[in-house]
């Protein structure tokens, strides 16, 4: 077993390295075909050995999976097909014994259908008080046969279902998540409730779902183009909430990671104001094109943007949201956008992989902390999945044009000699893994110097000895065109060359690492990434 590294300070989430664990498709312990929590508690090691700091779980707790669990019917129970409390307990404290801290995810905008709120609701009836938890209302038209806006939803398709007494009740997502209604001071009370629960139980911080969708307009107005405020996303009221849930947080230590994607930076900010959340996430770099201009763009507007309220910026290239790394990379268009998202795209997968080990060592050496969806460190690609296994609802909703999101949810190859490349032992995985799953097998890279968990490996070591890497300044260098170049001290540089043909490097003293081999001459080839010692 890999030695531990000792936990941080209290400031260990400025610049940790957190990796992102899909409980349903990490190991499975017990294999019945589906990931779950005895199966992690097996690959700790594995996780220590990498030398990550923090996991974040997505939602473990009891769900119908309509929504991956982001459908949550109980916080309080871990579903049946993960495990038990008592199992997850367990992991939080023998993850911490290897030094790794415990993020989970909390999905304040709604909850599943099947929540003990909502049926209840159902049952009470129009005007009762169980159904001011959620938005409930009349139609519109004559018969109230018309939903009470015209909202449009996060997934494609409606957000408004008719119950059969007749009234209306608003999802932003599927009908089988129903929105809370965050007016409600029970809603409120709920919430900082469940997040000492599990800061009760040694959990370290929490990712919050779809952070700025939770408020809404109290007269549920039709949505005009360009009016602000919106009436769902990033209202004013949000930040009261957030300062409630940070002084809670603050009694514990723990941290939040908002996921709100703003496109207007100065609004982005203001969650990270002191007060409220630690850190969110940072789509404008994992949506950004692998282009020197967009990507030196991103990374300055990200700095920018974080500097006056003083919080570190995160970086991610990906998560189980959106097209895996390689796969993106290997594309004709290399930006990421939900809207795109089409089957059958071409793409050149040795390309991208050249690339997201390149762009692997540029997000490491940039300020602040990073995250890493599992499979990331395998260089995993994003699958093709048969229509008739397709389970997420975004393939659904779109009438069957968006892939969905299950090409990057694929359970994991740990071993490439076991039936289902390890992930299991008994029945076949929930989704069905690619022919060549055996050959990415973590068991396999682990001994290949040259492979993607190598590099990661290494470049995770480094970057947690060497000085000067996570928080602190960075200062561009003079560079070629096509090439970015920055020091993040007198002694350490990164350069990343994004042009078409081989280029020079700077004085230095040592090469730590580079994501590909050096040509002959000592020149850093295209789509191919260093760290020197200056
Ligand atoms: C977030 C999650 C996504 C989920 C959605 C609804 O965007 O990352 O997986 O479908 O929220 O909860």
Not at 319 to 337: I, K, L, S, W
Not at 348 to 369: H, I, M, N, V
Request: glycine share 8%; charged share 25%; hydrophobic share 40%.
């Amino acid at each position: 077993m890999a030695a531990p590294h000792s936990p941080r300070t209290d400031d260990w989430w400025r610049d940790a390295v957190i990796y992102q664990v899909y409980p349903r498709s990490f190991a499975d312990g017990d294999g019945d075909g589906t990931g779950d929590l005895a199966g992690v508690r097996t690959r700790l090691p594995y996780l220590a050995e990498l030398g990550v700091d923090a996991l974040w779980f997505t939602p473990w707790y009891l769900s119908p999976l309509v929504d991956g669990g982001y459908d949550v019917a109980d916080y309080r129970t871990i579903d049946p097909a993960f495990g038990t409390l008592g199992e997850a307990e367990k992991l939080i404290a023998e993850a911490h014994d290897l030094g790794i801290r415990t993020i989970i995810d909390i999905v304040p905008n709604h909850v599943s259908d099947q929540h003990s709120w909502f049926r209840a609701a159902l049952e009470a009836g129009p005007g009762s008080p169980e159904r001011e938890r959620f938005h409930f209302r009349p139609g519109r038209g004559e018969h109230g046969e018309l939903p009470p806006n015209d909202w449009p939803s996060q997934f494609s398709g409606r957000t408004w279902t008719r119950v059969p007494d007749g009234e209306w009740y608003l999802h932003l997502f599927t009908p089988e998540q129903p929105d809370l209604n965050w007016a409600h001071p029970a809603v409120r009370h709920e919430h900082e409730d469940v997040l000492r629960f599990w800061f009760e139980r040694g959990v370290a911080g929490v990712r919050i779902d779809s952070a700025a969708l939770l408020a809404k307009d109290p007269a549920l107005a039709d949505f005009e183009e360009g009016v602000d405020p919106h009436p769902y996303i990033d209202r004013d009221e949000l930040h009261d909430i957030y300062r409630s849930w940070r002084a809670i947080a603050d009694e514990y230590g723990a941290v939040f990671v908002g996921e709100v994607w703003l496109p207007d930076s100065e609004r982005f900010a203001r969650y990270l104001r002191p007060d409220e959340l630690h850190t969110a996430f940072n789509f404008t770099f994992l949506a950004c094109p692998w282009d020197p201009g967009r990507l030196r763009q991103a990374i300055d507007d990200t700095l920018a943007e974080h500097a006056p309220v003083g919080a570190p910026a995160t970086w991610v290239l990906c998560n189980h949201d959106v097209t895996r790394t390689v796969t993106r990379y290997g594309r004709e268009d290399t930006a990421f956008d939900f809207a795109t998202k089409r089957f059958g795209t071409p793409t050149d997968l040795e390309l991208g992989t050249r690339r997201a080990r390149a762009a692997a060592l540029l997000t490491l050496a940039l300020p602040g902390s990073v995250y890493l969806y599992q499979g990331e460190e395998l260089g995993l690609p994003e699958a093709d999945i048969p229509l008739d296994r397709i389970q997420d609802p975004m393939f659904f909703r779109s009438g069957g044009t968006d892939p969905g999101r299950d090409g990057c949810r694929v359970p994991l190859p740990w071993s490439a000699d076991a039936p289902y490349a390890g992930f299991g032992s008994r029945a076949e995985p929930w989704l069905p893994q690619p022919v060549d799953w055996p050959a990415r097998a973590a068991d396999r890279q682990r001994l290949d110097p040259a492979s993607m968990l190598t590099l990661y490996r290494e470049a995770l070591r480094l970057r947690r000895t060497t000085a000067g890497f996570g928080d602190g300044p960075l200062r561009w260098l003079p560079s070629a065109d096509g090439v970015l170049a920055f020091a993040r001290s007198e002694h350490l540089m990164c350069v990343v060359n994004l042009s078409p043909a081989p280029v020079g490097l700077p004085a230095h003293t040592g090469v730590l690492l580079s994501s590909g081999p050096l040509d002959a001459d000592g020149a850093l080839p295209s789509d191919t990434a260093v760290w020197l010692r200056t």
